[in-house]
């Protein structure tokens, strides 16, 4: 199972970017989907999930409203919408996959998710 992450750069305050993650290895097997972010010193804090059918979501208190997760499972691919983005929202985003039985099991600890991408930097500046 590979996750590759891309998407990330730099923005200005209030602006906005995609993030997307592309699974392979997954094809035969459902998968909740989760990203990530990691600001230096900081533990790794999820932002948001996403379940295999996409009928539940998750997001934090700092990606509510602001945040949007979404996935074509066609193209084993999931997407993080951000708008509106702040300075603190610099980090680096992972997006990591954790296959499941059921299509709609989403996890919101990182010690759920079995595989991880290698991150994607994403810079907002004031």
């Known amino acids: 199972v590979q996750l590759q992450a891309s998407g990330g750069g730099l923005v200005q305050a209030g602006g906005s970017l995609t993030l997307s993650c592309a699974a392979s290895g997954l094809t035969s097997r459902s998968a909740a989907i989760g990203w990530f972010r990691q600001i230096p010193g900081l533990a790794r804090a999820l932002v948001a999930a996403?379940?295999?059918?996409?009928?539940?979501?998750y997001y934090s208190d700092s990606a509510k409203g602001r945040f949007f997760i979404s996935r074509d499972n066609a193209k084993n691919t999931v997407y993080l919408q951000m708008n509106n983005l702040k300075p603190e929202d610099t980090a680096v985003y992972y997006c990591a996959a954790r296959p499941t039985l059921g299509s709609g099991y989403i996890y919101t600890n990182g010690g759920d998710y079995n595989y991880w991408g290698q991150g994607t930097l994403v810079t907002v500046s004031s």
């Open positions: 996403i379940s295999w059918s996409g009928d539940n979501t």
